[in-house]
């Protein structure tokens, strides 16, 4: 039958005329010709419908394989995906378009700083759980039942002796009871309180704890160390103090404030202290041997105070005008 024919010789100059096409107009003229409204293969179908109704079914379905294939040695060429239709004003010679870089979250960024920081100097990084027991988080850490330290970190209980962690200094007995001085480390965490949410305070925020333990550490060995990581973190010349204050797991404790020159004032950044020898026995160490101290810090104070950030909620309502800015 001479459809039969028709069919091959379409198929044979359909892939020789494409191998030839090799420009986007090229190409478009060659669409036109074989698969456009009026091109060769929309006249095959118009033979076909002129075939006696016995004839149609085989014929049918031998036009339906080869519009398939040839479409999709076109698509293949054109390199777009089987089976869609090309409009007319499609260019393919265009450059694609520039997809956004993605980048890495202001927190994660300073976390990563803080780090590198003080791996300079020989702190190892830790880990450490953020769901604990009461033992762990304020127990051990000095902070018996019933101690109105307890009032300054409001806490989300999960059961009456399990806590999501209030702070990371949980990291410090955890590391002390499962290795022996010397220690020197860093434990970055997320931490939660049950506060009120506000510009300055959320549910959940992130610390960096940090712990030197061994037998000579002293207070003059802390203030050279967060000098250091002041200077590293904010410039070589800014201002810092020390001003006493208290925390049942450390004494003497100290909190470390950085003058602020935008805002003309003085930040608070941190809180830190020789670790109290109440804690170093809670965790079966000599404290007549051993000493050491122990700092932890807000990361999102820090990066709000380094990029100016007035508004602590940002960080977690992922905003990309906020976070392409980082
Ligand atoms: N855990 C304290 C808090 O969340 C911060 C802190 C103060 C940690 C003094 C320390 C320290 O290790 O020595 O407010």
């Not at 202001?106 to 450490?128: D, M, N, R, W």
């Not at 806590?163 to 220690?183: A, C, F, G, K």
Request: hydrophobic fraction near 35%; charged fraction near 25%; charge should be neutral.
């Amino acid at each position: 039958m001479s459809l039969d024919k028709t069919i091959k010789g379409l198929k044979a100059s359909f892939s020789k005329e494409l191998s030839k096409s090799k420009t986007s107009s090229d190409l478009e003229k060659f669409r036109i010709k074989y698969l456009g409204r009026n091109g060769k293969l929309a006249s095959l179908f118009e033979e076909f419908n002129k075939l006696p109704a016995s004839e149609k079914p085989r014929f049918g379905k031998e036009l339906n394989i080869l519009k398939n294939e040839l479409s999709s040695m076109y698509q293949d060429v054109v390199g777009g995906s089987k089976g869609s239709s090309i409009s007319n004003n499609t260019d393919f010679s265009l450059p694609g378009y520039n997809l956004p870089d993605g980048n890495v979250h202001p927190l994660e960024q300073i976390t990563y700083e803080i780090k590198s920081i003080f791996q300079s100097i020989g702190f190892s990084v830790a880990y450490g759980p953020e769901i604990d027991d009461d033992y762990h988080n304020f127990e051990a850490l000095n902070v018996p039942k019933h101690h109105p330290a307890r009032d300054m970190q409001d806490t989300f209980f999960i059961n009456p002796n399990t806590v999501l962690r209030t702070h990371t200094s949980n990291v410090q007995i955890h590391l002390m009871e499962n290795q022996d001085p010397p220690l020197r480390h860093i434990c970055c965490g997320r931490v939660y309180r049950n506060e009120a949410v506000s510009y300055k305070s959320f549910c959940l925020f992130n610390q960096v704890e940090g712990l030197v333990i061994n037998e000579d550490s002293s207070f003059a060995e802390m203030k050279g160390t967060l000098e250091y990581f002041v200077q590293e973190m904010f410039g070589k010349n800014t201002k810092m103090r020390f001003r006493p204050s208290y925390f049942p797991f450390t004494e003497p404790s100290a909190e470390v404030d950085i003058w602020n020159e935008k805002l003309n004032q003085w930040m608070e950044i941190l809180g830190c202290g020789m670790v109290n020898p109440n804690v170093l026995t809670n965790v079966g160490y000599d404290n007549k041997k051993y000493q050491g101290f122990a700092f932890g810090m807000g990361i999102e104070r820090i990066a709000m105070i380094k990029y100016g950030i007035k508004d602590i909620r940002l960080f977690y309502q992922n905003d990309k005008r906020f976070l392409e800015q980082f």
